[in-house]
């Protein structure tokens, strides 16, 4: 299920999301940004939207994300702050959980902390 399938209903019902995710800049380094959205027309809940960004490195709230993540690895740390588990995570992406695994432990190794608490605190910070 792609996030524009699982946004879908919630627009409809014409709730207001917000969550952080990593985004990539047009000369590819990553950050942090803050995404807020809201849909007028709950039959098309896409058509008619407001959608805001706001890039939390530039705040001075987080730093830039290490450019060394690959794009899986970013994939995965987003689906970590929002508290799924790697067989959750593995079914959003198609992979097997034990590879959502190797991939935490590339993060854990790349932030250099000990276990997902303190990567999540890390990657919110």
């Keep these: 299920m792609t996030i524009g399938q699982r946004l879908a209903p919630l627009i409809a019902n014409r709730a207001v999301l917000n969550d952080n995710r990593i985004m990539r800049r047009i000369d590819g380094t990553h950050f942090w940004v803050t995404v807020c959205g809201f849909g007028y027309n709950p039959m098309r809940p896409f058509e008619l939207a407001v959608w805001t960004f706001a890039d939390l490195s530039e705040s001075g709230k987080q730093p830039d994300v290490a450019s060394t ?42 932030y250099g902390v000990r276990g997902t608490p303190d990567l999540i605190a890390r990657l919110l910070a």
């Design 69 to 110: 993540l690959t794009e899986r690895e970013r994939d995965v740390a987003a689906f970590l702050v929002h508290g799924l588990t790697s067989k959750e995570i593995g079914k959003e992406l198609n992979i097997s959980p034990r590879t959502v695994d190797i991939h935490r432990a590339s993060l854990l190794r790349k």
